[in-house]
């Protein structure tokens, strides 16, 4: 079993930035990616970014080049740094975590932490 954990959320102004982290403990030696989702309100949950086990990111359009992610996924740490944030910003954010088992993937989520990004 693998535990997930989030932190760095809260409240910032319209233009500020907030990185978030994620721990991943338990069973995390054969992770092989970390990621981020968000869950804006009336929305489905969507990726924001990813790292593979050689650390390397890609990014989906939503951060349109705002958002920055790290980590290591050896250690089972995620990090994601939010620049330039704005209302539209505002959601829940997940911190996933995949590891190999035996031909398929155990995938594992945190609870997701709340930012809010207001005036």
């Known amino acids: 079993q693998v535990r997930v954990v989030e932190s760095g959320g809260g409240v910032v102004e319209p233009g500020g930035s907030l990185r978030l982290s994620c721990v991943a403990s338990?069973?995390?030696?054969?992770?092989?990616?970390m990621a981020w989702h968000r869950q804006i309100s009336g929305k489905q949950r969507e990726l924001v970014a990813f790292?593979?086990?050689?650390?390397?990111?890609t990014y989906k359009e939503v951060g349109n080049g705002r958002f920055s992610i790290a980590g290591d996924t050896d250690n089972g740490r995620v990090f994601l740094e939010m620049n330039s944030l704005e209302r539209a910003d505002t959601g829940v954010y997940y911190c996933?975590?995949?590891?190999?088992?035996?031909?398929?993937?155990?995938?594992?989520w945190g609870q997701g932490i709340q930012v809010t990004v207001s005036s």
């Open positions: 338990g069973d995390t030696s054969k992770l092989v990616y």
């Open positions: 996933e975590a995949w590891r190999y088992r035996s031909g398929t993937h155990d995938r594992y």
């Open positions: 790292i593979n086990h050689e650390g390397s990111p």
